[in-house]
């Protein structure tokens, strides 16, 4: 890396370690040029922004609930824990639901699961 570039990523990284975020931080511990997720679906799980009611709630004053009583509708509990979403769980191993989605987000038959949840849960909150 040429010296710039050297000292930007410095930058960068003192700025994220110093920034909130703490949901992607426990992905990405450190900065990369390299490195670009481009799902629009998949890019909520890492952000936690997003068609989630706890984002709703808190930019929107939305209702943050989830539909089946849980208090709040995180990014977590709909691919973890959410009953409603059980079915579309039905063919994952049963012990990614013991783990924590930090060691499952770049495992990519997890992506593909997740998007495919976000992608109901989206156009089912377009509909209501
Ligand atoms: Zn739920």
Redesign the pocket.
Known sequence: MYRGKVLLATKWQERWNNSKGSWTKKFFKEVKFSRLYGDFYYNQVLTSHGVFGVVQNRVFGKEGG?????QL?TSE??LL?????GKERDDWPKCWLQKDISDLVFYSPFKKGSIDILKKLMSSSLAS
């Open positions: 989830c539909p089946c009583g849980e509708e509990h709909i824990k959410c009953k409603i979403w």
